[in-house]
Nanobody, 127 residues
Framework: QVQLVESGGGLVQTGGSLRLSCAASGRTFSNSAMGWFRQAPGKERECVAA????????YYADSVKGRFTISRDNAKNTVYLQMNSLKPEDTAVYYC????????????????????WGQGTQVTVSS
């Protein structure tokens, strides 16, 4: 079992920044690829960023490229999502997720490939 706890969400104005954190406990964190997903009301859950177990491969959705940065600290069992230049369309509940299925230098944006999920943290960007 893995427990994932997100933090760092909140209300921010357009153009502002937030850093989300996801603390993991349970199974060895370094054995999992990690992803950040978001879901806005009435929309499907989408992967905004993912990072490999090796910490060498990252994925970003086109909508966040150049604005969001995913990183991980295996010593702290934590994955981060730095979000800059936020826009109202970034408003959503953000979830972190862990996948123990992908290889050491692999990542996946597919939600069905992730085994564990956090409870989510709300990000609201006001215009």
């Amino acid at each position: 079992q893995v427990q994932l706890v997100e933090s760092g969400g909140g209300l921010v104005q357009t153009g502002g920044s937030l850093r989300l954190s996801c603390a993991a406990s349970g199974r060895t964190f370094s054995n999992s690829a990690m992803g950040w997903f978001r879901q806005a009301p009435g929309k499907e859950r989408e992967c905004v960023a993912a990072i490999s177990r090796s910490n060498s491969i990252t994925y970003y959705a086109d909508s966040v490229k150049g604005r969001f940065t995913i990183s991980r600290d295996n010593a702290k069992n934590t994955v981060y999502l730095q979000m800059n230049s936020l826009k109202p369309e970034d408003t959503a509940v953000y979830y972190c997720a862990a996948s123990f299925r992908v290889g050491y230098i692999s990542i996946t944006p597919r939600a069905d490939q992730y085994d564990y999920w956090g409870q989510g943290t709300q990000v609201t960007v006001s215009s």
